[in-house]
């Protein structure tokens, strides 16, 4: 399965197939689409739950959730191994040839907008219209738009570049607290036993909602030379984060 990519990168692409599959019902669709957001695996997309489990969280009693998942899997997205009445749950796999499928729409889709025009793509244009130089007429500054990024400049922790990994703030990505990317790196955070992100980054105000500053939206893959840049990214950033309130507490 070299020529594949990891779930975690063709996840998007693996649930569009399902979603545009008339011949899947919504119900066998829900049961797929929580499997893929709430418990696949980042490399494999393989995911446990039992029949129990995923009917609580979707509102469906544990027999339609088996009828779903035959369907499913008779569809060719997803392979079950069924578990034992020993208390073994089953376990479900992306089919190899669904993920083959979403691997190529993935690669296809990044060959779609090359990055520059050397390279014979498209550049994207800029906003505006600034055509004053050539008889045109400069468009007047959106004042609200600009207070509004200030105050988002100012809300964002001022992490310092020294001795981080990942670069500037601008490397970090603002992921909002609640939402299911912020179990993921917790659960891996969990793994290298560290603590929380709860309690160990402050939460920040942007656009409306509060949530952390993180290397990326979601963790690489394990054991990759991204993850280990991560990692080390976000130990600084937590180093930092105690630092400063060892020195905020002092003053």
Known sequence: MSDLLPFCKIKLQYLLE??????????????????????ADH???????????????????AKSVKRALNKVEAAGYMTVERGTN???S???HPTKAALKRATDRRREGDKVVPLSRAKGG????????????????????????ELRKERERASAPDWSDEGQSGGARSDLVF????????RDWNERLAREGMTTLERSLPQSPHEHHLGYWLPAR?????????????LQLLRDLIRETSENAEHCHVV
């Open 18 to 39: 399902m979603v545009t599959d008339h011949e899947l019902d919504d119900n066998a669709l829900r049961v797929a689409l929580y499997l893929a957001l709430a418990h």
């Open 43 to 61: 490399e494999t997309g393989e995911s446990r739950p039992s029949f129990e489990t995923i009917g609580a969280a979707i509102g469906k009693h």
């Open 86 to 88: 020993k208390g073994n």
């Open 90 to 92: 089953s376990r479900y």
């Open 122 to 145: 498209q550049s994207c244009p800029q906003s505006g219209t600034d055509l004053s130089g050539k008889g045109g007429q400069d468009r007047p500054p959106n004042r609200e738009q």
């Open 175 to 182: 992921v909002p607290r609640g939402i299911c990317f912020v």
């Open 218 to 230: 979601t963790p690489a893959p394990l054991g990759c030379a991204e993850w280990q840049d991560q």
